[in-house]
C-alpha cells in the first residue's frame, strides 16, 4: 500500500521539546485535514516526506532512505521561532508510505520496479497538486528515484517542461528498462518520445568520475543543447570558489521554472545509500541552496538518499533542517 498519512498537530506536540520563553518551529507551522486543504492555506511552502527506499533497493543501493523524514521531522520542529525562522508560512503536510504486502525481494526488475512505478504516481499527484494551489514543494527522503515524480508533477502543474540542477556523484541517467533510483532523469527527459518528456535542461553538479558509464558522456556530448555536468574533480583547482562556480551551472537552468535536487550522496561523509568519502562539504551545500533558492524560477526542492542508521539520525536530521531553513529563508526573502 501507498498511502499519504496527514500530519496532525497532535501527533507533532509528542516530538517538541518545549521551554519556557522559546517558541519553537513546530508550534507555528501550519496543518490540514487533507490534499483539498492545501489551497485553503496561506502557507507559501508545503513540506511533505517519502518513507520508502525500494527505488535504492531496485538500484543495488544502501536501504534506510525510509529512516530520512522521521530523522529530519525530529530535528526540524525543534528549531527556534524568531525573526529567521517562521512557521507560518509553512504547511506541514505528512508523509507517504510504502508498506507492499506480501511481497518477496527476488527480483528487482518484476517487484521492485513496480513498486517505484506506483510510488511514481503518488509523488506526482501529491507535487501536481501543490504546484497548481501556487506553493512550493519542499519533498524529503527515499531514494532518487522520486525526482521523476517531482519533475513529472511539476510539469503537469505548470502545463511545460521544467528544467532541474542535481547535486549529485552521480547523473541518475541510466537506462531504462525497469525503474529505480538511477534512472528517474532518464524517465523525465524521455528522449525517445520527446512528446512524454517533462524535463528540458538538465544539469549535474559534483559529478564523479570513477561512478559514470561512458555511454552516459556519450549522451551529454550528444544532447549537449539540454544536458550539462560539472565533475567535482574539476571544480577543485580553479581559483574560482565553488560556490561561484554552481551560480554559472544554475544559469543554464534558470531562465524558466526550474526543480533542485540534492543527493546525500554529494556530500563527504554523509550517511547516505552511496556513501562517499570525498565530495561537497556541508557548507558548500548550503550556499548552493541559497543560490538556487534566491531564482524566483526554483518551483521545488528534494533532498533525497540520506541514509541515516540510530547513531547518526540526530545529526542527519539537523542537517537536513539546515538545508530546508535555508531554502525557506532564501526564497521567501527573494520572491
Known sequence: MIQLHIQSKET??????????????????????????????????VIFGIAEDFGVRANYGRRGTAKAWNAF?????????????????IL??????????????????????????RIDKKVAFIVKTIVAAGKIPVIIGGGHNNAY???????????????VINI??????????????????????????????????YTVFGLHKNYTPQYIYDLFEKRRDRLRYYHLEEL????????????????????????????????????????????????DVRQFIMHAAS????????????????????QVGKAISYFVTDFIRTHHANY
Open 12 to 45: 507533532l506536540d509528542e516530538l517538541i521539546s518545549k521551554r519556557e520563553g522559546e517558541t519553537k518551529l513546530g508550534e507555528t507551522v501550519q496543518f490540514c485535514h487533507s490534499l483539498e486543504g492545501i489551497e485553503e492555506s496561506n502557507a507559501r511552502y
Open 73 to 89: 521531522l525530529q530535528s526540524f520542529v525543534n528549531i527556534q521561532e524568531n525573526q529567521y525562522n517562521s512557521g507560518e508560512n
Open 92 to 117: 506541514l503536510l505528512g508523509y507517504i508510505s510504502v508498506t507492499p504486502d506480501d511481497i518477496k525481494y527476488t527480483s528487482p526488475k518484476e517487484v521492485l520496479g513496480d513498486i517505484v512505478t
Open 149 to 163: 515524480g517531482n519533475i513529472k508533477g511539476t510539469s503537469q502543474a505548470l502545463q511545460e517542461t521544467i528544467n
Open 168 to 201: 549529485d556523484a552521480h547523473t541518475d541517467l541510466r537506462t531504462t528498462d525497469y525503474r529505480h533510483s538511477g534512472n528517474g532523469f532518464s524517465y523525465a527527459l524521455s528522449l525517445n518520445d520527446p512528446q512524454e518528456a517533462s524535463l528540458d535542461r
Open 236 to 283: 577543485w583547482p580553479r581559483n574560482i570558489p565553488v560556490s561561484k562556480q554552481f551560480k554559472t551551472a544554475l544559469d543554464f537552468v534558470a531562465q524558466k521554472s526550474f526543480g533542485l535536487e540534492l543527493d546525500c550522496d554529494a556530500i563527504t561523509n554523509f550517511p547516505s545509500s552511496a556513501q562517499t568519502p570525498s565530495g561537497f562539504d556541508i557548507s
Open 295 to 314: 531564482k524566483k524560477q526554483c518551483c521545488y526542492f528534494h533532498i533525497c538518499e540520506a541514509s541515516p542508521g540510530r547513531k547518526k539520525a540526530g
